[in-house]
T-cell receptor, first 111, second 113 residues
């Protein structure tokens, strides 16, 4: 499974866009990029995933570079409730779907 | 609808004792995963069940760890002869067979004294 690299922590002002980067330079052609987040003392929550096209849903947007070596998760209008650890995961090519979590980025949204 | 539930929410045990953790997946979800999360760390995959197929046990850290699942229902994770390094939050997730999203339970916090 491809390894991901994320900044340890980031701050964002409430109401502004939060842009969370992720590097996955060894990603292979059939591997997807997944984003989950974990709010304190809760289980992780799925946000979004993509292969090579940009994706958008009600929670966030995912921008994947053309070479697929990096991606950015965008929370368009961050709120205090978006404070969490955000995990960028490259899903293994097997069909088990098991997720390999790194350390993630701790996003602190400040008023 | 009901999400993934886990019990107990907290478990304190003494070193050397056996513990059993329970996971109730979302009804109809054929895939079930167990993960472990040590304090301040990311999640570590432990084991995966898919229907009646042989489970993927590649993440179990030692033979003290085992898990069972009957059909597509409840799963139990058993840790025998617990050690202090087993202290962690144990998370269960389930996924619909054709889906991409894993739904996580709230976890069981295990403390081994």
């Amino acid at each position: 499974d491809a390894k991901t690299t994320q900044p340890t922590s980031m701050d964002c002002a409430e109401g502004r866009a939060a842009n969370l980067p992720c590097n996955h330079s060894t990603i292979s052609g059939n591997e997807y990029v997944y984003w989950y987040r974990q709010i304190h003392s809760q289980g992780p929550q799925y946000i979004i995933h993509g292969l090579k096209n940009n994706e958008t849903n009600e929670m966030a947007s995912l921008i994947i570079t053309e070479d697929r070596k990096s991606s950015t998760l965008i929370l368009p209008h961050a709120t205090l409730r978006d404070t969490a650890v955000y995990y960028c995961i490259v899903r293994g090519s097997s069909n088990t779907g098991k997720l390999i979590f790194g350390q993630g980025t701790t996003l602190q949204v400040k008023p | 609808g009901a999400g993934v539930s886990q019990s107990p929410s907290n478990k304190v045990t003494e070193k050397g004792k056996d513990v059993e953790l329970r996971c109730d997946p979302i009804s109809g979800h054929t895939a079930l995963y167990w993960y472990r999360q040590r304090l301040g760390q990311g999640l570590e995959f432990l084991i995966y069940f898919q229907g009646n197929s042989a489970p993927d046990k590649s993440g179990l850290p030692s033979d003290r760890f085992s898990a069972e699942r009957t059909g597509e229902s409840v799963s139990t994770l058993t840790i025998q002869r617990t050690q202090q390094e087993d202290s962690a939050v144990y998370l269960c997730a389930s996924r619909h067979g054709s889906g991409d999203e894993q739904f996580f339970g709230p976890g069981t916090r295990l403390t081994v004294l």
